[in-house]
């Protein structure tokens, strides 16, 4: 019989803060560095309610969702295997609170965000910040 290997669905989220600044998370796990809040998706779990689950995890803050964005999938974006990660813009209140597997959360601002980041998510900010100063999409 086949052995039949599938992407792992993930959730990213790019958490906006008053200020004109978005949060990131000091992963404590390999790959370590900079990253969006995120991870994966629970059996039986919506993706919306994974994005909202993660966020309070990770950074400790109760997220509001307003968009669903696009979907990633390069299978190399993840070093641990392929992921197909769909990312959510959302607001919050306060500030972030490292948790769960973020060494520490923090708000930067969009012109000072620590470089390099984590998987592709230099590539995702890149995008959502276009996206929110112009109105284009991501094309295919």
């Known amino acids: 019989m086949a052995e039949y ?6 959730v990213d989220l790019v958490v906006l803060l008053p200020g004109d600044r978005v949060v990131l998370v000091e992963r404590k796990g390999e790959p370590r560095g900079w990253a969006l809040p995120g991870g994966f ?11 909202v689950r993660e966020a309070r995890e990770e950074i400790g803050l109760e997220v509001t969702l307003e968009e669903q ?10 070093p641990r295997r392929h992921t197909v990660t769909t990312v959510f813009i959302g607001r919050a209140e306060g500030e972030p609170v490292g ?7 923090r708000p930067f601002p969009w012109t000072a965000l620590p470089s390099p980041l984590c998987f592709d998510h230099a590539e995702i900010l890149g995008d959502v910040r276009r996206y929110l100063l112009t109105g284009q999409r991501r094309r295919l």
């Open 5 to 10: 290997r599938n992407p792992t669905p993930t």
């Open 41 to 51: 998706v629970d059996e039986g779990e919506s993706l919306e309610a994974a994005a």
């Open 69 to 78: 964005f696009h979907a990633y999938s390069d299978p190399r974006r993840d």
């Open 99 to 105: 948790g769960d597997d973020a060494a520490q959360a």
